[in-house]
């Protein structure tokens, strides 16, 4: 193997904050020669995801934080371009957590090898990746059923438009909260949602009450703040929500007070229950199946928000709290 170079995304300063591109830079490493029982493996798509944010603070969570000075890594499909392990050969298509990087070197166990027969590769970043398996165990996890109505905040994002999908090949009513007509109207004309309305446009129970007058069954929050509490009060007696994520909470510096009808959870005899994904991975191969056979039959839909370049990849991740994406969004380095 000749000597390859390699740009890397390297986290420089602790955001305070909204992270601004201050607090990233982009090196050139130079990749060590190829071993026996590894492979050299190019990126091809990189993901960017807001659970990165908490990664960047200083102190424990439930995922390590990046150190500062070193390149960051995160989800990414790319291809094997040379291989001295038998497990893989070169052309393979391969998910991994390297992202953020052109090139690295890895052993097969490091690596999930995905078809290429399904394009563009960046699904398995996105509806056949890591976020469309996350709303599928979301569903799962509070067991979502025909005829139920949900309520999906951030529903055009990576995670909701999936989520509100998959709910509606279930059977179910789906609303979704988005924040700007655009994507209203995506939910409704591409996603097939029942209701969706823009948040920014005025509060959000009177949404609610127009469509579902009776209540909501289960409420996919990936926003929390006002959404949440929105959602307390339309959920009906023994509802269920599933707690994914809070983009709306991210970035505060100080913590923010909860819901001002949390004591709903107690009325209404509710249940709510953490989303992680890495809590499912040994269902992966099941999400794979359904998922993809859902994607190949023409029954969920995949959208993304492509950036293009390296170079871009810290913007591609500041504009997810600017809502700059539609669906997953990605960084495409080919």
């Not at 709306?248 to 249940?271: A, D, H, I, V, W």
Request: aromatic share 8%; proline share 4%; hydrophobic share 40%.
């Amino acid at each position: 193997m000749s000597s390859i170079k390699s740009k890397e995304v390297r986290l420089v300063s602790r955001p305070e904050g909204v992270p601004t591109a201050a607090n990233f830079t982009v090196a050139t490493t130079e990749l060590p020669p190829l071993q026996d029982g590894e492979v050299l493996v190019r990126n091809l798509f990189l993901s960017v995801d807001p659970y990165m944010r908490g990664r960047m603070n200083e102190g424990k969570s439930y995922v390590p934080s990046f150190e500062l000075g070193k390149a960051m890594d995160g989800g990414a499909v790319g291809e094997v371009v040379e291989s001295r392990a038998a497990a893989l050969k070169t052309g393979d298509a391969v998910v991994s957590s390297r992202g953020w990087r052109e090139y690295f070197i890895a052993q097969p166990s490091e690596l999930h090898a995905v078809s290429r027969d399904l394009q563009p590769l960046s699904l398995y970043l996105g509806t056949l990746g890591m976020t469309g398996m996350t709303a599928w165990a979301g569903l799962r996890l509070v067991d979502v059923k025909a005829g139920e109505v949900i309520f999906i905040s951030g529903a055009a994002g990576a995670v909701g438009n999936v989520a509100g999908q998959l709910a509606k090949l279930r059977g179910c009513t789906v609303i979704g909260s988005a924040g700007s007509e655009e994507k209203v109207q995506f939910l409704l004309r591409e996603c097939g949602f029942d209701y969706a309305f823009n948040y920014n446009a005025g509060p959000m129970s009177p949404h609610l009450n127009t469509a579902a007058p009776n209540g909501i069954d289960v409420y996919f929050d990936n926003v929390g703040g006002p959404a949440l509490e929105a959602a307390l009060s339309a959920l009906r007696i023994h509802g269920r929500i599933i707690a994914c994520g809070g983009i709306s909470l991210y970035n505060e510096q100080t913590p923010q007070p909860g819901p001002s009808n949390l004591f709903n959870m107690t009325t209404k005899r509710l249940t709510m229950k953490g989303l992680i994904v890495g809590d499912w991975m040994s269902q992966q191969a099941e999400f794979e199946k359904e998922a993809g056979g859902y994607y190949q039959s023409g029954r969920l839909r995949h959208r993304e928000t492509v950036v293009q370049g390296i170079d871009q990849a810290a913007a591609a991740f500041i504009g997810l709290f600017d809502g700059d994406n539609i669906g997953k969004m990605v960084v495409a380095l080919a």
